[in-house]
Each structure stands twice: as C-alpha cells, then as structure tokens.
C-alpha cells in the first residue's frame, strides 16, 4: 500500500479553480492506479477521478469536463486540476490508490470549500 498526503485546497469562488496535490510514499508509486475521492458534508466518500498506471482517466460524470487529473512519476505525485468550480464541489478530497483494497490507508485530505 502508499501513503498519501493531500495538499493544496482552499476556499475559492464559484467558477474559479484550483490544484490539489497528493505525495505518496512507503511503495513503489508507479505500480498503482490513484484515485482522487470527495467527502462533501453528509454524505459519503466517492471516486472522483482516476488514472491508471498506463495514463488512462475516469472522472464521474458531476466532474467531466472540468477536472483533470494527473501524475508526474518521478516525483510520486498526483494532481487534480479542478476549473469551473461550483457550490456542490465542496468536500474534503482525499488521493488513495485505485482500485481500493482492504489495505488500504487514508490520509487527512484537504479541504475545498467554493463559496461567494
């Protein structure tokens, strides 16, 4: 399994963006899929988007068109470019491997709040 650890949230105005950042460790990174996941308040963790390790994405369908996600191997970190960003986006993201297995570790997360 990795460890992760999530960076980069914030609060931001509908329409503007942002670029989270998830560091791993503790495996060899290039081995795993990684997903970005959302917790928004009151409801439960989903995928968001994925890549495998091949460079192929998934984003659900609320995301599509406006993130993209990312990952630079030699330095063992995935991003997600999130533009057009909206009320409903709100959540605390969280990077882990995908697919998830019963081993695996969740980090903190980072906080995007998008209000006005």
């Known amino acids: 399994q990795v460890q992760v650890m999530e960076s980069g949230g914030g609060l931001v105005q509908p329409g503007g963006s942002l670029r989270p950042s998830c560091v791993a460790s503790?495996?060899?990174?290039?081995?795993?899929?990684m997903g970005w996941y959302r917790q928004a308040p009151g409801k439960q963790r989903e995928l968001v988007a994925s890549?495998?390790?091949?460079?192929?994405?998934y984003y659900a369908d609320s995301v599509k068109g406006r993130f993209t996600i990312s990952r630079d191997n030699a330095k063992d970190t995935v991003y997600l470019q999130m533009n057009s960003l909206k009320a409903e986006d709100t959540g605390v993201y969280y990077c882990?491997?995908?697919?998830?297995?019963?081993?695996?570790?969740w980090g903190q997360g980072t906080q995007v709040t998008v209000s006005s």
């Open positions: 890549i495998t390790t091949t460079g192929s994405t």
């Open positions: 882990n491997e995908f697919p998830l297995t019963y081993k695996s570790q």
């Open positions: 503790g495996s060899i990174f290039t081995l795993y899929g």
